[in-house]
């Protein structure tokens, strides 16, 4: 049975079977999920490593530092290969990506393209006498990207929500930027509010869409 501590900080290096948010080592994490020899993890092994190097400026192949069995360093390596093979496929680009590779025999580079070769005609590849099915590290891995370009998207959108609420409250009083939202959501205002919406948020609202005040206000920022 594996570790459900292992398993929680697995999640959080982007193969989520729990979510957790408690600090951990990386490179013993790492470490942990090969020596676990659990084909569920290793098959999310592509993962864990691609937030470690993205997240963490992790070089993965430290983790053998935490690996005492010569039998777990040599398993580390051999899916160090099988990672840097599914990068090549997914055209993922990195520090790792560039200086590891420099570090391999021309053996292992072959070995490394044959991988990727098998990855991308979906067969199956093996590393320390288990068999990886190529449709399931490809199937992580594109997960894995989905939920990257998510979270990037959500990123982008929550900084431009605050932008733009610090860009109305330098111009829009509390109440000003109130009914500044009301107006624009079409929602029902009272008669002061509609009147004292005209007489002032109105007027700011015109400035600002104005193209001349635009050019303006670039000018005087150059």
Do not use: C, I
Request: cysteine-free.
């Amino acid at each position: 049975m594996t570790d459900k501590k292992l398993l929680e900080k697995v999640s959080k290096l982007g193969f989520p079977m729990l979510e957790v948010e408690e600090t951990f080592d990386v490179k013993k994490t790492l470490a942990e999920v090969v020596g676990t020899h659990d084909m569920r993890l290793w098959e999310g092994f592509p993962v864990l490593v691609g937030t470690a190097v993205e997240k963490y400026q992790l070089k993965p192949e430290e983790a053998v530092s935490y690996l005492k069995n010569e039998n777990d360093r040599k398993a580390l390596h051999q899916l160090l290969l099988l990672v840097l093979a599914l990068f090549k496929l997914f055209s993922v680009e990195n520090v790792w990506t560039k200086l590891w590779p420099k570090q391999l025999s021309e053996r292992e580079a072959r070995l490394v393209d044959k991988m990727r070769s098998q990855l991308a005609n979906d067969q199956s590849v093996k590393v320390d006498d288990k068999v990886f099915s190529a449709e399931r590290l490809k199937m992580n891995f594109e997960n894995y990207f989905k939920r990257r370009a998510v979270a990037s998207k959500e990123t982008l959108l929550k900084t431009k929500e605050l932008f733009l609420e610090y860009a109305l409250s330098q111009v829009f009083s509390p109440k000003q930027k109130e009914l500044f939202y009301k107006k624009l959501n079409n929602e029902k205002m009272t008669k002061t509010e509609r009147e004292y919406y005209s007489r002032a948020v109105k007027r700011k609202a015109q400035a600002l869409a104005s193209d001349e005040l635009h050019e303006l206000a670039r000018k005087t920022l150059e």
